[in-house]
């Protein structure tokens, strides 16, 4: 049985102009854990569970991270993550590095759509 997410991003840039855009994504297989990574830790792994072509994520942390992806269109690339990340695209690997000085609490959430 598929489930949903429903998801809305607004980016307003510092002239004023506003940019929103609202999905609903629907998944079969999905993959949450919450992690501890500790500082120093650089591209630790991520189990994708079930999850065997994932396309979305969501990561939510406590410190600067950086991930880094391997899609399938592009190779790798590194993103920097603050507190949020989302991602509603094909990626088949998920990275994790931690060079913030301190321990990182880390929450994810990756799914896959229906074929």
């Given at each position: 049985?598929?489930?949903?997410?429903?998801?809305?991003?607004?980016?307003?840039?510092?002239?004023g102009?506003?940019?929103?855009?609202?999905?609903?994504?629907?998944?079969e297989?999905?993959k949450?854990?919450?992690l501890?990574?500790?500082?120093?830790?650089?591209?630790?792994?991520?189990?994708?569970?079930q999850?065997?072509?994932?396309?979305?994520?969501?990561?939510?942390?406590?410190?600067?991270?950086?991930?880094?992806?391997?899609?399938?269109?592009?190779?790798?690339?590194?993103y920097?993550?603050?507190?949020?990340?989302?991602?509603?695209?094909?990626?088949?690997?998920?990275?994790?590095?931690?060079?913030?000085?301190?321990?990182?609490t880390?929450?994810v959430?990756?799914?896959?759509?229906?074929?």
């Amino acid at each position: 049985m598929a489930e949903s997410i429903n998801s809305r991003v607004t980016i307003t840039r510092s002239d004023g102009k506003t940019y929103a855009k609202a999905k609903t994504i629907n998944y079969e297989k999905k993959k949450e854990e919450t992690l501890i990574i500790a500082t120093a830790t650089d591209d630790q792994q991520l189990d994708l569970g079930q999850v065997t072509s994932p396309d979305f994520l969501y990561i939510e942390t406590d410190q600067d991270l950086t991930i880094t992806l391997n899609t399938t269109a592009a190779g790798n690339e590194d993103y920097p993550v603050s507190s949020h990340f989302v991602l509603h695209g094909a990626f088949t690997d998920l990275y994790i590095s931690n060079n913030s000085g301190s321990t990182a609490t880390v929450t994810v959430f990756i799914a896959e759509e229906p074929a």
